[in-house]
């Protein structure tokens, strides 16, 4: 029999995240005729707050599908079967890309990284100089790569391909960074940015967004593969009526929009400074606990995500039934070749500084009675730095 634990779960996986109280509130409603003039107004409120999140004036598209649907729709709209994709395999999600972008029949090459920091945007780069008959349709990386925790320069890959004088797509996932880390998809040069409801947007799993440059939108007309429930057309109308072409995630649409008042009335520079505050304690953390970052760079360190490795001879999958089953909380897992070796703390979303201070208290307490050899102190060292005493 599992033991009782009472009080409420902590959810503290990069993903789903906590849903606010008000984005709750608002979804517990009856659904509304999604033909009808409430919904068109609904929609293209939406629309229009996603491009201030988004950092964008083209369009922004809406599915009701997980982040892998946009992730699809990317691939379907912009290339044909056979194009040549470049990807920056950073971690188990690119690798998940990648993979996808093999059966939809993409050559795809894939520049590796040992999954302990971002993209190289000089190896993209040199990889572009190289492609002289410009075989390379595209270029595809994570910004927030979730599994590793490691963040990759955006503006620096498209400074990579603009000093190549490449004409690839630049194409960037921003499930996890998006309203976590600042993002400039206009200012960055990103023709297609993908992005999920179930992370820094604080709303339940179910909805993907893709945000389009005019590139993009040319080479989705020229694009031979064959769509239809992914194609991009009817959201290039959608940005216009604020309808979908059929029955959209209505209660979803109005939790998003309670989670984007939010966003907005805190202010998205103040919402991506709590990220690194949460951030920046928690690796004070796991550093005052003598442990490892997964991420090797501190120019990659993410504000949404904290992944970190037990010692060798330990399981981190242990560690985080132990948590469950003693604390009732949620960490992510380690993914791929690094299973078992990392768990992820997710500080990603809505939480408050007890919330944070909570989380790390439920680790050290795992880190405890899984034997899992540490320092103590490490949850002093977040309370000194987020009370200011740092
Ligand atoms: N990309 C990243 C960076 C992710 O973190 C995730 C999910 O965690 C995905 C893609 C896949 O998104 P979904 O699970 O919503 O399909």
Redesign the pocket.
């Known amino acids: 029999m599992t033991e009782y634990v009472s009080g409420r779960h902590f959810l503290q996986t990069?993903?789903p995240t906590n849903i606010p109280e008000r984005v709750l509130r608002a979804m517990d409603r009856n659904a509304i005729n999604h033909r009808g003039p409430e919904f068109g107004a609904l929609g293209l409120e939406i629309i229009g707050k996603l491009r201030q999140v988004f950092q964008t004036s083209g369009i922004v598209g809406m599915f009701p599908s997980?982040?892998?649907?946009a992730?699809e729709s990317a691939l379907v709209n912009t290339l044909s079967p056979g194009d040549r994709v470049l990807i920056g395999r950073t971690g188990q999600?690119a690798h998940?890309w990648e993979q996808m972008a093999k059966k939809m029949g993409m050559d795809v090459v894939a520049l590796d990284t040992d999954w302990r920091r971002g993209s190289d945007p000089a190896a993209i780069g040199a990889v572009l100089k190289d492609d002289r008959e410009h075989r390379i349709k595209a270029v595809c990386v994570?910004h927030?790569?979730?599994s590793t925790s490691c963040m990759t320069d955006v503006a620096a890959v498209r400074a990579a391909i603009d000093a190549a004088g490449h004409p690839a797509l630049l194409m960037v996932?921003a499930?996890?960074s998006l309203a976590c880390a600042d993002y400039k998809h206009d200012a960055w040069g990103v023709d297609v940015t993908i992005a999920?409801s179930?992370?820094g947007l604080m709303v339940p799993?179910g909805l993907?967004f893709v945000a389009i440059s005019d590139k993009a939108l040319a080479a989705s007309e020229a694009s031979k593969s064959q769509r239809s429930y992914w194609d991009w057309a009817p959201l290039v109308a959608s940005n216009k009526t604020g309808f979908f072409p059929y029955t959209p995630a209505v209660n979803l649409l109005f939790a998003l929009r309670e989670a984007l008042n939010m966003l907005l009335e805190e202010g998205l520079s103040n919402v991506y400074a709590r990220h690194e505050r949460y951030a920046e304690a928690t690796r004070r953390t796991v550093r005052a606990w003598g442990l490892e970052l997964q991420c090797e760079d501190p120019s990659a360190y993410n504000p949404g995500v904290t992944a970190i490795r037990v010692p060798d001879g330990h399981n981190a999958d242990n560690l985080r039934n132990i948590i469950l089953a003693k604390f009732n909380m949620a960490l992510g897992n380690g993914l791929g070749p690094i299973e078992g070796k990392v768990f992820r703390i997710g500080h990603m979303g809505d939480l408050s500084p007890l919330q944070l201070t909570g989380t790390l208290t439920g680790v050290e307490m795992g880190l405890r009675i899984a034997g899992i050899p540490h320092k103590s102190g490490g949850v002093q060292a977040a309370i000194e730095y987020l009370s200011g005493n740092a």
């Open positions: 990069p993903g997980s982040g892998t649907g992730w999600f998940l994570v927030s790569e979730t996932d499930i996890s999920g179930q992370k799993p993907s």
